[in-house]
């Protein structure tokens, strides 16, 4: 039963996707677009088969850079947002700094990261980083601060020190907060990773995108974008499971 219900929650989804690759071949059969312009479904599946392109190697560096990516967003955003929800005073200090750093071009930095750090794995996990961390510290100090005040008075009528009331109380209740910025940086680190092999990598999926452009090898690319959005997913599924353990009341009535 856990099986049938499983399938009928994503049925939708599946049936849209299925949907839309149907109409995608039909408008390339019938209006017969040529293939460097827009490939066929079919030749999309034969390029993500073929033997031509190394696909386990370059789906194993975008893959670490966006896992890496994810890892270092998750844990400074969550930290700078303690940060800021414990004291005002460095709130006052820190936030305007984070906001400044948000709204520099992350494209125009990327050749920064490159010449300090060299061609690597870590100038586009600290790429995609930049990109997707500023959600978390923003959704991490809101859902520390933002608690019923009842709460916060049960802790101070036993006494309970500070650290103990944010363990307890403030962590608890930033939870689903957290999560759902960790949903979007999900999404964040992919963007940030591959911008990071588009400006200068010999590896990963954003560099054979790249080297796809001269050959006009468009089926290698669409394959190409196909490994990354299945990157993201499991990012994302990764996330979306976690809520599930952690805030269970989020998506069960029941619970509540």
């Known amino acids: 039963m856990k099986r049938v219900k ?3 929650e994503r049925l939708p989804a599946l049936s849209l996707f299925a949907l839309l690759l149907v109409l995608w071949q039909f408008a390339v059969s019938v209006l017969e677009v040529r293939e460097y312009l ?3 479904p079919a030749q999309v599946y034969a390029a993500l088969t073929g033997d031509d392109i190394p696909w386990s190697r370059h789906i194993w560096v975008t893959a670490v850079e966006i896992f890496g990516a994810f890892t270092i967003a998750a ?6 947002g303690t940060m800021i929800a414990w004291s005002p005073l460095i709130s006052r200090a820190l936030l305007p ?7 520099l071009p992350k494209v125009a930095i990327a050749p920064l990261f490159l010449i300090w750090m060299g061609y690597g794995i870590l100038p586009n996990m600290l790429i995609g980083a930049l990109i997707g961390f500023f959600p978390v510290v923003i959704n991490t100090a809101v859902g520390l601060s ?18 103990k009331v944010f363990a307890k109380i403030r962590i608890p209740n930033a939870y689903p907060y957290i999560l759902s910025a960790l949903k979007i940086t999900a999404t ?24 796809t452009q001269s050959s006009m090898n468009t089926s ?11 990157t993201g997913l499991i990012v994302f599924g990764i996330v979306a499971m976690l809520t599930r353990i952690l805030t269970p009341w989020a998506n069960n009535p029941d619970h509540q």
Do not use: C, H, M
């Open 75 to 80: 844990v400074a955003g969550v930290l700078l």
């Open 38 to 40: 827009l490939p066929s």
């Open 146 to 163: 933002q608690i019923e005040s009842d709460l916060i008075d049960l802790g101070r009528v036993f006494n309970a020190p500070k650290w």
């Open 188 to 211: 964040s680190a992919v963007v940030g990773a591959i911008v990071g092999e588009f400006v200068a990598s010999q590896r990963g999926l954003g560099y054979v995108i790249i080297a």
């Open 6 to 8: 499983w399938v009928l």
């Open 97 to 103: 700094f984070l906001v400044f750093v948000n709204t």
């Open 220 to 230: 290698v690319a669409f394959a190409a974008l196909f490994w990354i959005s299945i």
